[in-house]
Structure formats: C-alpha cells, structure tokens
C-alpha cells in the first residue's frame, strides 16, 4: 500500500490544446469546447388534431394486468402508448382514467417524454386531465431535474387554456431554487401572483432558502420584506429559514435579537426555532446563554427532542467535555428518546482524538448494549484514531465490532473501508485495510472500487490510477466495475479527457463497457457544459443499441441535448 500512497500517475495531465483526445469508437469525432446553450432549446411539439364529429372513445390495450400475454411490461407500456397515439392521430378520443392511469405508469418506467406526450394528446383531443395528474407530472419532472421541460409543459398546457395551480408553479420554484436559479425563481414568483394565484408558505421557504445560499442572509431580508409588501403571508418556517442564514454565517448575536423579536411579529417560536439558536451558541461554547434557552423549552411545540439532545451532546463532545456529554446521553435514555449512533458518534470521535482508547471501547460497549448499531459515522469517528498514531488499536475495536454483527467478517470489513472512503477518509482507510490484510482479509473488486472513489474525492488522481498496478501486484486484474469508478471519479473532478483515456485502456484490456460505462461519459461531457458532443456520443451509442431507450431519455431530458429520436 505505501506504493500507492508515494506512486505516479502513468498518466500525463495533458495540455489545454491536447486535452481531448478520441479514443475508441470516439476517434471519428472533432472534439471541441461548445458552448451550452442556456436557453430551453425545444418547445413540446404542437399537436393538430381535428376530433370525429362522433367524438369516438377507445380503450386501450390491457398492459397492467393481460391475460394470456407473456410480453414483458415495459413492451406493453409502450404498445399501449404508440395505440393511443395512433387512435388520437385518427380523431379517436381515449378513456380518460386509462390515459391517465398510462401517464403514471410511464413516469414510473421512466418515459418522462412520452409521459409528456400522453398529457398534451389528452388536451389536444379536447380531454381535460385532472389537477392531480398535470401536478404530479410537473413535480415529477422537476425532481428528476427537469426543470425545462416542466416549464415548457406548464407553458403548452396555458396555452390549451388549462390553468396551472400553485402546487405545480411550487415545484418549478423549488425545482429552480435547487439549482441555484433565484433570478428565475423570482421572475416565476411574479408571474403566479400575476395570474391571481396565492404563493403558500413553501414557497417562500425555498426562495428565502435559495436567497441567503446564494446572496447571503441580508438579501434573503430584503425578500421577505417585498414579500410582505406585495401581501405575502410568510409564516414561521420563513423565518426559520433566515433564522438558520444568519447562524450558518455566525452571526449569532443578530440570530438571538431576531429570535427574540419573532413574538413581536406575531410568531412563537417553536422546537425548530430554538434549535438553530441553540446549536449556534452551543458550538461557539456560549453555555450560560444555551442554558437559557434550555430552560424555555418547558412544553408544548417547544419541548426538546432529539434534535436538541444531540446538539448538546455534539457540541459538548467538540469542546472536549465528554463527562458531560455522556451524561446528556443518560438523561435523554431516561427520557422518552432512543439514543442513535449519531448520538454516540461525536463522543467516539473526540475520545479517539484523546487517545482514549480504554473510554472508546467503554462508550461503544454502552451504545451496542442500548442496541445502537455502528454506522458509517461509528467508523469514521475510529478512525481519528489513526490519525493519532494508533493504528493498530483502531483496528484492533473494528475487529471487535466486527465479531459483534451477524454479517461475515469479510462484508463488514469491505463496509468499514467504503464508509471511510465515502467521507474522504481514504490515507485512515489504506492503514486499516493493512491492518487487515494482516489477519488475512483479502480485498475483493468492490473494496478496489471504494478505494478508487475515495482517492478521487480527495482529488489525488494519480494515486487513484495506481490502484490498478496494485490490483495486478497482488493477482486481481481490474474489471469494468474497477473501470467506471476510475471514469466516474475524472469526470466528477471535470476531467473528461482523462476518462476517455481510461476507456481506451479499458478497451485495450478487451473488457466490455457496460451502459454504466456510456452513461458516466456522457454525463461527463454534459457537465462541462460539452452539450454537443455529449449529444453525438449519445446518438452513437443509441445507434449501436449499446444504452437502453429509459437511458438515453433520461440524458437527453436531463441535459437537454439535441433531439434523439427514441
């Protein structure tokens, strides 16, 4: 392992005229910087269909729950789609609950563009779909990321006269708060109240959200008070979320005057309130104003819970009063709560900086007895003691542990190093895994894999190629598995020409791509902004039926690449 640790990388960190080179099946495409087009590149196609005079409905073909039809479902969903599209094509007028029922159950096989389709032939054929399946598709297109094409929906069902209700303009605000468009959001914002429709509470809470992540907390202040002037009625979570602005930017005393005034503004702060406060002060070790607080939490929507608890607990725990914080976790055993790892966990951690290692196993020994399993925090917090020098002793508690779980002493190995590397815990994890190997674990390709993440997330590139020449020194030859995660972790640090060299090494070993492999190349391409090109590999890969249909919808609606015929 201290090969690895001390190696170099293989490969050369090419120049920025040299960064992209094909490789592959790749080779015959020019590769260049495209700029990405910030606009929504497509409108949802207009449908013109001229209706019988009959007014003729149809059912569609049975594709739940058919009889005497052995075609797996996915097939059925999309027979039953292309009928319906045929029938409507011919002037046919469909069952409304089957249309409707076909909508969901395209969302659930991810057909987000056919189920975009279903919507707009439902309207065109003169079909007015309920509120609760036009929301649930906007909502459902916003969470997968969507945001565009939600818009484009909500954009095409106005223009059919059919009105969009607040439920669905909250999860294009949400949906564009998340991505760190409050500008748009703003602009949506005005748009509703211009159509009459009245924002809820929610709806300020993401923007306000979004406002001090983006802004800070004073611009977030200055939303709410026009929020207010055009006659918003923002209620406690509102203020809640600046609440949590102005201590997340520790300014704590501005939190606690503005905590205070919350009752002049006609709000009583509950437990979530005096939560935020309370961990601020707390883990800035400001006790006797803490205590304070605590002594309000007397009853009713402001009782301590959990929550509460582990702030003390944590916070105590980081300012090195263990004693005090193990007792916290006694008189909240005697109160109605059930401790969790994540209550232990803090403690574990600073007793392992202490070197503590009789009080470790004395702690952990009280959490399984109170039947709290060790999870990825249990093992990150054991850790800490590596980096005090004590290797062996970690390793030493992890195999006690381990001998406690009712998995192999394999799997709960393999579990320790992925939960290490997952929280950038990697240099801990390389030092365990020896400790390991020492009493004879032997890493399979998964624990390759996790170390190959964790090496990336850390950005040591280099270290994480070496992985590979590890592999062959001890017999393992890497496999496609070991391949997407070295691809996946160049393309998370935005380096794309990397992982194309890594795919033609992975070719040249003559392993096979799996579509994980496609995908992680594509996505790669498309988040730095090399939407063209992203698009011409897709359609390459599409062309040699290499990715399945609900793949590339997916890419092509998430990353709003060029039109794919699907």
């Keep these: 392992m201290a090969i690895l640790i001390n190696s ?109 389709r279903v919507i707009e032939m439902m309207v065109a054929s003169g079909i007015i779909p309920d509120a609760a399946s036009y929301t649930f598709l906007v909502n459902y297109l916003c969470k997968r990321g969507n945001i565009g094409y939600a818009m484009q929906l909500v954009e095409k069902m106005e223009e059919y006269g059919y009105p969009t209700n607040t439920v669905a303009y909250n999860s294009l605000v949400r949906g ?42 004073n611009e977030a202040m200055k939303l709410l008070k026009e929020i207010i002037a055009k006659g918003g009625k923002p209620n406690l979570v509102s203020y809640n979320v600046l609440l949590t602005g102005l201590c997340k930017e520790g300014r704590s005393d501005e939190a606690m005057k503005f905590f205070r005034s919350l009752p002049s503004m006609g709000f009583r702060p509950n437990v979530v309130s005096y939560n935020i406060v309370l961990r601020s002060l707390c883990y800035e070790g400001r006790w006797e104003e803490a205590n304070v607080l605590l002594a309000e939490m007397d009853g009713e929507d402001r009782t301590p819970s ?186 998370k640090c935005r380096r794309t020409d990397l992982s194309l060299q890594v795919f033609e090494m992975m070719i040249e070993k003559r392993l096979m791509p799996n579509e994980m492999t496609y995908t992680i190349l594509v996505e790669g391409l498309a988040h730095e902004n090399e939407t063209e090109l992203a698009a011409e590999v897709l359609r390459e890969l599409q062309g040699r039926r290499v990715m399945s249909p609900n793949t590339v919808e997916r890419l092509v609606m998430q990353y709003d690449l060029e039109e794919i015929p699907l």
């Design 8 to 116: 170099v990388s293989p490969i050369t960190n090419p120049s920025a005229e040299t960064a992209r080179k094909g490789c592959g099946f790749f080779s015959h495409i020019r590769v260049q910087t495209f700029l990405l087009n910030k606009g929504f590149s497509r409108v949802l196609a207009s449908t013109q269909i001229t209706i019988s005079p009959k007014d003729t409905v149809f059912t569609l073909p049975n594709w739940r729950n058919p009889k005497n039809d052995r075609r797996s479902r996915e097939v059925r969903i999309i027979d039953a789609f292309q009928h319906l599209e045929s029938m409507i094509g011919k002037g046919q007028k469909p069952d409304v609950g089957q249309a409707t029922q076909l909508l969901y159950d395209l969302c659930k096989a991810s057909k987000m563009r056919k189920a975009v």
């Design 176 to 217: 564009l708060c998340v991505r760190g468009n409050l500008n748009q959001s703003l602009q949506l914002l005005d748009k509703l109240i211009r159509k009459g429709l009245v924002p809820n509470v929610y709806t300020y809470s993401f923007l306000l959200e979004a406002a001090y992540k983006e802004r800070g907390v």
């Design 306 to 491: 959990i929550v509460t608890y582990n702030i003390l607990i944590s916070s105590l725990a980081l300012h090195g009063r263990t004693e005090h914080a193990l007792e916290v976790l006694d008189e909240m055993v005697k109160g109605r709560f059930k401790p969790t790892a994540a209550s232990y966990n803090p403690v574990i951690a600073r007793l392992c900086k202490e070197g503590k290692v009789d009080h470790v196993v004395k702690c952990l020994d009280q959490m399984m007895f109170r039947r709290c399993n060790p999870n990825e925090g249990t093992f990150n917090a054991i850790a800490v003691l590596c980096e005090q020098g004590m290797v062996q002793e970690a390793y030493s508690i992890i195999q006690s542990l381990g001998n406690k779980q009712k998995c192999s002493t394999n799997e709960f190995y393999r579990n320790v190093i992925t939960s290490l590397c997952r929280k950038g815990n990697t240099y801990p994890a390389f030092q365990m895994l020896y400790e390991m190997t020492k009493y004879g674990f032997t890493p399979d390709s998964y624990t390759y894999s996790s170390l190959i993440r964790g090496l990336c997330l850390e950005d040591m590139l280099n270290e994480a190629m070496e992985i590979f020449k590890v592999m062959e020194e001890n017999n393992q030859m890497p496999d496609t598995e070991n391949f997407n995660a070295l691809i996946l972790g160049f393309c």
